[in-house]
Structure formats: structure tokens, C-alpha cells
């Protein structure tokens, strides 16, 4: 069966552009097109489309007042099609906040060179969309906020790896959220182009009581510091004379991706063995499953976001059907089993 798409954006040519590359494979069908949110609800009403995708600057009503309301009203899949600018980036990031599965960018103005890249990931995306779990996420509501957790017991050189594609805004920020500022360092992988990667990490930054950075070649690991992936760069933990460092490359991508958790996962398991912990987050696919079962096999505690919790429920799943997660909980436990874990528990629960 048919992934049902409405697509929604004030460019006739774009609207064009959206709907013939979607098309392409024969299991996306876009059902109708809107030049703006007014006409965009109608049609909804009208179509139920499984998957919209949404620009943000548009006449009548902008696509972040239109998609606020829409998962208050209506909850539905959403890829957001934005701009490479750092506007596009703040506004792509609240977009994210507000509820939409994930978002592509927009390819340049002469559309030539980068459009075959744009419309695979766009396919990608919206198929990824179609398996999410909005209306489930609308009815759970916000993510509550954890309590205080204790980190007295944590090892010196403890490192919390953390994992996540689809979904990770909201679900790296419930566990950042209910780390304290004393935390041992964090590394964040999270599928992510070069341009919003800074943006994520500076938003992150403004929400958390931890001091979150957008890694950088050889920046220390530090307690009470979050370093988030840049996007295009595998982002690897290094040991060298007993300081941990960030190593960042561009070499292939793995498990299809550059951030990749499988890379970042692999790293803390050689560097840091047993004093780890690691949690892998909502997202499509199987990027983290084998390097998480590394880590639990060097002695880490190992977590997964658990269906029902997880926007997309692809990456936990590859990695608990491998074997490399401990325990599967909410994303509102995810940070204490961390710290047990961090604290010596490593048995599930």
C-alpha cells in the first residue's frame, strides 16, 4: 500500500519539484498539493494524507504557526522542507520542537547537481515519517522532566554515548534534560546535516543545565560537558595518556551515515570499556545496534528507548534483536538507568 502525501509550499515549481521526485519509486503517492496552510487544512480534512511535508515561509500563515496548530488539532507525520541558511536552521530546530519528524533541505536555487541527493533522502524521510508515531507521541504529551539523580558513584573517566536519528530532537534533550551539571561527559551522535549541527548543539545549550558544544578536532571530554556530533564528520572519543579527547573524520560514511553512532559507539568501547554507558535513541534503520553490542560486550551498560516511547522504532529495535542493550524503558527513564549504570548496576532490571 501507498504512502499518502500532501505537499504544502507557496513555490509552484518546488510544489513540482516535490511531487515528481516522491513519485519516483511507486510507493509514495502525493495525493494533493497547497500553496499555503489555509488551503493545506482543507485538503487534510478532505485527503487524510499520511505524511506532509511543510515549508515554513509561506503566505497567510507561516508553516510553524500551521504545524503548532496541526499537532494540537490534528496530529500527523510532518517532513519539513527548509533552507540551508542559519535562519532556516533555528526555525528548522523549532519546527522539530514543535513536532515534525524530521526535515530535508531544500536543494539550491538552480536545482541541478544536488537534486538526486534531495530526493533519495526525501523518499527516505517520508517513508520513515509514514512509520512514525505522532498521534501516539500527541497523546503521551510532553516528556516529563526526570528528578535530581545522584552521581556520586560514577567513575573518574566515565562517558555517557548516546545515540539517535528520527525523532533524537525531542528525545536527546528528556535526557540531557535530567542530567545534572556535574554529569560526566556526554558524546551525541544524532543523524544531522553540517549546517544544523551548531544550531542543535547552541539550542541544546539554552535548555540544559549541562555545557553543550558542537564537537571540535580534539576538544576535551569534560564532567558537565555535551558534545554533539557536527554533522558530515564521524565523531570518534580517543584515550590518550589518560585524557579523552574528540577525533573527528570524514571518511565513508557507515551504516549510511557520517555522524555515525555505530563510529562513535565503537570508539568509547575501545577507549573506554566498562567505565561507559550508552543509550540508543529513536530513529530509522540500524545505525548504533553493532556498535552498542560493542560496548556491552567491553562491560558498558547499554539502554534503548522501548516502542511506544520511541517516535520511530527502528534503531532500538536493530539493536535489541542483536543483543546490545541491557534494558529497553521510556525516554523519561533512559537518564537514571544511565546513572545506575554509571554507579556499577549494569544488570537489567
Partial sequence: MSIRVLVVDDSALIREVLSSTLSREGDIEVVGAAEDPLVARQKIKELNPDVVTLDIEMPNMNGLEFLSKLMRLHPLPVVMVS?????????????????????????????????????????????AAAQSDVRGRAMRGPVKK???????????????????STGGVDAVRAVLSALPSNSPPVVVAQHMPPEFTKRFADRLNEQVALDVKEAEERMPLKPGRAIIARGGRHLRVESRGGALKCRLGEDENVSGHRPSVDVLFESVARAVG???????????????????????????????????SALVYGMPR???EMGAVVDEVDVEEIAARLVSGLAGEKSAA
Fill in 83 to 127: 533552507t540551508l541558511t542559519q535562519k532556516g536552521a533555528s526555525e528548522t530546530m523549532l519546527a522539530l520542537e514543535l513536532g515534525a519528524v524530521d526535515f530535508v533541505a531544500k536543494p539550491g536555487h538552480d536545482l541541478a547537481g544536488g537534486l538526486e541527493g534531495f530526493g533519495a533522502e526525501l523518499r527516505t524521510k517520508v517513508r
Fill in 146 to 164: 526526570g528528578g535530581a539523580l545522584n552521581l556520586a558513584d560514577a567513575h573518574n573517566n566515565s562517558v555517557i554515548a548516546i545515540g539517535a
Fill in 274 to 308: 566498562d567505565k561507559a554507558v550508552g543509550a540508543i535513541l529513536t530513529g530509522m534503520g540500524k545505525d548504533g545496534a553493532r556498535g552498542l553490542k560493542l560496548m556491552r560486550e567491553a562491560g558498558a551498560y547499554t539502554v534503548g528507548q522501548r516502542k511506544g
Fill in 318 to 320: 536493530a539493536a535489541a
